[in-house]
Nanobody, 114 residues
Framework: QVPFVESGGGLVQPGGSLRVSCAAS????????MGWYRQTPGKQRELVAT???????TYADFVKGRFTIARDNAKNTLSLQMNSLKSEDTAVYYC????????WGKGTLVTVSS
């Protein structure tokens, strides 16, 4: 079990950028595929992006071209660079393996608002 700790959220204006990070207390190399997820009140958690151990990435259509996922297996970290943010990107962002483990962190809140 590898607890995840997300950080880097905050308030940003539409069109702005933000980078969120995830630190794992154990090795993330055990997970071939890692992902970022997000959730807004009243909605199910949704997958935003994934990255495999060698670095192959996939993105949800609603962030494609705007977000970039990265992982550092040596440092056991995952990051998500978010550019051209929109109000609809407002959510709590989580990292986890893909498919997910039961061990969700607390997430980090990203608010996109003027």
């Amino acid at each position: 079990q590898v607890p995840f700790v997300e950080s880097g959220g905050g308030l940003v204006q539409p069109g702005g950028s933000l980078r969120v990070s995830c630190a794992a207390s154990g090795s993330i190399s055990r997970f071939y595929n890692m992902g970022w997820y997000r959730q807004t009140p009243g909605k199910q958690r949704e997958l935003v992006a994934t990255i495999t151990r060698p670095g192959y990435t996939t993105y949800a259509d609603f962030v494609k071209g705007r977000f970039t996922i990265a992982r550092d297996n040596a440092k056991n970290t995952l990051s998500l660079q978010m550019n051209s943010l929109k109000s609809e990107d407002t959510a709590v962002y989580y990292c986890n393996a893909a498919p997910t483990t039961p061990n969700w962190g607390k997430g980090t809140l990203v608010t996109v608002s003027s």
